[in-house]
């Protein structure tokens, strides 16, 4: 049963570039969340999307926007980089977008991209 | 202030040891609090889920979660050299949907 997947694992960027990264969800799940861990920090939430639609949106600018795919998968676009976007960006999957919920809401974390930008 | 504040340690311990993490929070809404653990260049995983206050145990892992000082704790029984990693918490409220709140970490460190 394959897990969360995300690609690529390391990428490095130039300031004002832009950047996608991907992720396949965990089987059977139909929810990604995006998340940004910089350095010595907690995840904070960019946003969600279920049914290839953005559900809930974090405290990020417009640079930062997403896709859902028929298949669940998912991509995370920032434009216009700025140093400060240097971080691990975690994707995380779940069934039918509810949190928390034992066995059937679990919110699975893929291993991260790590996004360094000069 | 932050939403959950969380001490950023590092916490060395020796192996054996009985080990407490803690969490305090301001949101009053958070309802369902987690514990994650985090190795070095991985995701979380998830260690312990408890939806309001009360205790749940888990092998050597207690969660406790006291809503009325907003203050959340785990407790790591008989800790072992693999049990050396970053632990995150993290709270949401109902109808968060997967917008979960973590606090900044605490990395420990159990030696031999």
């Known amino acids: 049963d394959a897990g969360v997947t995300q690609s690529p694992t390391h990428l490095i960027k130039t300031r004002g570039q832009q950047v996608t990264l991907r992720c396949s969800p965990k089987?059977?799940?139909?929810?990604v969340s995006w998340y940004q861990q910089a350095l010595g920090q907690g995840p904070q939430f960019i946003f969600q999307?279920?049914?290839?639609?953005?559900?809930q949106r974090g405290n990020f600018p417009d640079r930062f926007s997403g896709h859902q795919y028929p298949n669940y998968s998912s991509e995370l676009n920032v434009n216009a980089l700025l140093l400060g976007d240097s971080a691990l960006y975690l994707c995380?999957?779940?069934?039918?977008?509810?949190?928390?919920?034992?066995?059937?809401?679990?919110?699975?974390f893929g291993e991260g991209s790590r996004l360094t930008v000069l | 202030q932050k939403e959950v504040e969380q001490d950023p340690g590092p916490l060395s311990v020796p192996e054996g040891a009985i080990v407490s993490l803690n969490c305090t929070y301001s949101?009053?809404?958070?309802?369902?609090f987690m514990w994650y653990r985090q190795y070095s260049r991985k995701g979380p995983e998830l260690l312990m889920y408890?939806?309001?206050?009360g205790n749940k145990e888990d092998g050597r892992f207690t969660a406790q979660v006291d809503k009325s000082s907003k203050y959340i704790s785990l407790f790591i029984r008989d800790s072992q050299p693999s049990d050396s990693a970053t632990y995150l918490c993290?709270?949401?409220?109902?109808?968060?949907?997967?917008?979960?709140?973590f606090g900044t970490g605490t990395q420990l460190k159990v030696e031999l």
């Open positions: 949101n009053s809404a958070f309802q369902y």
């Open positions: 999307y279920y049914e290839e639609e953005e559900r």
């Open positions: 995380a999957s779940s069934l039918r977008g509810v949190v928390a919920v034992p066995n059937t809401g679990e919110l699975f």
């Open positions: 089987s059977g799940h139909d929810t």
């Open positions: 408890t939806y309001s206050s």
């Open positions: 993290a709270m949401s409220h109902t109808g968060g949907g997967n917008k979960l709140t």
